[in-house]
């Protein structure tokens, strides 16, 4: 064991976060854990985690779930696509595996299993001695050995596992991939890191010769995409709202969302009003722009609000792959949603859309 791995797990002992899924050595648990927390906020998992384990404690409970259920549990954390290829792998463990984890390889071919995903779950449950490479990882690595490469580039991580293949802890490598993730997350941090308390200092390069604000080097992320949108909130003569939920593969599947279409122009509804007809609607005049941004777009929203005054359904619902249905506001509120949705029936409120910039009608 190096001096830098000996120092590195006696920080980690004395200064670790108390996290649910470290109390448990079950591979299913942990790997749901490690699928909540890509891309997400630690203090945004713990009650998800808490709530999902409790409703689907192994991989039979979730292999026999709905998927609609395993969504609605998955609501706040976002990429819901996590969820949906969790649910798939947990059926096939399940149904090819008896539930049992099969060896690494068999578990890299699940659906959403990448590299990191196996290395964390495998090095924490089994200890297979592999070193799990997050992006806490490659900043400490890229810190620690002054890498001069882009941390966002392929090299960067062939670098870190070569750089730090002699430090991985045998005997526990779980707890060292741990380690330098809370190191990452606590002290080696992207801006002004904590160099003063890290246990890894004394052999850092770039604490040693002053580069630890140059890295590590970072390529420009590719912007998102600005995207017009148009957005119907219909109701019908009740008051209920026309929701539809997408089929099939592809952008927010699975979740239920007003109808909405992307653009060519900067006047979303009018482009849509000619495309899909809203001769069975009438527009209340009521309207309100908003903007959401996903990682690969920019959705630039024009909102309006119609009332569906006829009997049946409109011209192009049964032409749709898509399920539609009329849902009650407060029904509207169980089902499982994307975050930009739960931002339109905000502004629709209890009586409609609330226009932004439009004059009272007693002034």
Sequence with gaps: MTELTERLLAWFQRHQRALPWRETADPYRI??????????????????????????????????????????????????SRARRLHQAAQIL????????????????????GEYTADAVYSIAFGRPVLAVDGNVLRVGARLFCLEVDILSARAKKAVRSALHDHVAVNQPGVFNQALMDLGSAVCVPR????????????CEAKLTGRTDELPIRGAPSRPRPTPVAVWVIRDREGHLLLRRRRGGGFLQGLWEFPW????????????????GSGALRLTGRQAFHEYTFSHKQWLMDIREYVFDSDGELPWMPKSAEDYAWVSESGWANLPTATAFRSVFAFAGASGILAIGEEDDDG
């Design 261 to 276: 279409w992307e653009t060519e122009s900067s006047d979303a509804a009018a482009e849509t009003e000619g495309a899909y």
């Design 192 to 203: 002004k890191p904590r160099c003063e308390g890290c246990p890894a200092a004394f052999c």
């Design 31 to 80: 790997w749901v854990s490690e699928v909540m927390l890509q891309q997400t906020r630690v203090e945004a998992v713990i009650l998800k985690y808490q709530q999902f384990v409790e409703s689907f404690p192994d991989a039979a409970a979730l292999a026999s779930a709905d998927e609609e259920e395993v969504l609605g549990l998955w609501q706040g954390l976002g990429y819901y």
């Design 94 to 113: 399940v149904h090819e595996h008896a539930g049992r984890f099969p060896d690494y390889q068999g578990f890299r071919g699940l659906p959403g299993v």
